[in-house]
């Protein structure tokens, strides 16, 4: 199996993991969708230089992965596909701000690798509970919580379709591979110019399995509606689950917990 079809295979699971019973997936979408757009908002408010401090806001994304029964193992490949943006990203920092910035373990530390820690971090927080979050709830619940709570309907229909047919693509993309290592003989890797054809051709059967896909969705009289089998009632335990995280993520976000307690345990060490 291919790295690109294990990666899909994970994604594929965490769909398949919102089917089931758990406290998580009892939740109205709506109230897990809020809580993770207010818990992305507290991360990206921090300073660049914070790193410590944001180690508290771990606790939202592990405690929903535990009522959820979301499996370390799956979440943690499934993160790992986005860490090299993050690498990208504060690539060059360490090499841009040299300026020492703290002494950690007798070695100077430059502000650049500061900067990065925090990137790191904060890219495993936020992809982490965005992952939670649709294995907690699936695409199709997580797309109808945003056309309720007011996202137009052409964003929010537009990706579902991008979630459900970009495995219909890498199943296609897989597929023609597949017939060029057999054709490949003793030229196994191929060229720049054989990937470019390889593309086209991926492009042509997109286009031509899009137009299929539309005449059969309007046969089926589709009209851009999202419907859901069970309807969402929300009651006073969304309201206690949305104003609860909310308060802590206030809360870390005015007092750095992790300085406060260094400081409390010098001060009786003292």
């Not at 029964?69 to 790992?80: G, Q, Y």
């Not at 925090?118 to 890219?123: A, G, K, N, Q």
């Not at 990706?159 to 459900?164: D, G, P, V």
Request: proline content about 4%; charged content about 15%.
């Amino acid at each position: 199996m291919t790295s690109l079809e294990t990666a899909l295979d994970d994604l594929r699971s965490l769909d398949a993991l919102a089917t089931r019973d758990t406290d998580l997936t009892r939740r109205d979408p709506r109230a897990k969708l809020v809580a993770t757009l207010l818990f992305i908002v507290s991360v990206v408010s921090f300073d660049r230089y914070s790193v410590a401090a944001l180690l508290p806001l771990a606790l939202f994304p592990t405690v929903l992965a535990v009522q959820g029964e979301v499996p370390a193992r799956t979440l943690l490949r499934t993160l790992a596909l986005a860490s090299p943006f993050a690498l990208m990203v504060g690539l060059f920092n360490p090499l841009l701000d040299r300026a020492p910035m703290l002494v950690l373990a007798g070695v100077e530390v430059s502000g650049g690798w500061v900067s990065f820690a925090s990137i790191v971090l904060r890219l495993g927080l936020t992809v982490g509970a965005s992952l939670v979050l649709i294995a907690g709830t699936g695409m199709h619940p997580l797309c109808a919580a945003l056309a309720r709570l007011g996202v137009p309907r052409v964003f929010t229909v537009q990706l579902l379709f991008l979630h459900r047919y970009l495995f219909v693509l890498a199943a296609e993309a897989a597929r023609m591979d597949t017939a060029r290592q057999l054709r490949a003989g003793s030229h196994p890797r191929p060229s720049l110019a054989v990937h470019a054809s390889l593309l086209g051709h991926l492009l042509l059967r997109a286009f031509e399995r899009a137009q299929r896909i539309h005449g059969a969705m309007l046969a089926r009289g589709f009209d851009g509606e999202l419907r859901l089998a069970h309807a969402w009632r929300w009651q006073m335990a969304d309201t206690t689950f949305v104003v609860g995280w909310c308060a802590f993520f206030i809360a870390v976000r005015w007092v750095d917990w992790p300085q406060a307690i260094g400081r409390l345990f010098a001060g009786a060490v003292a």
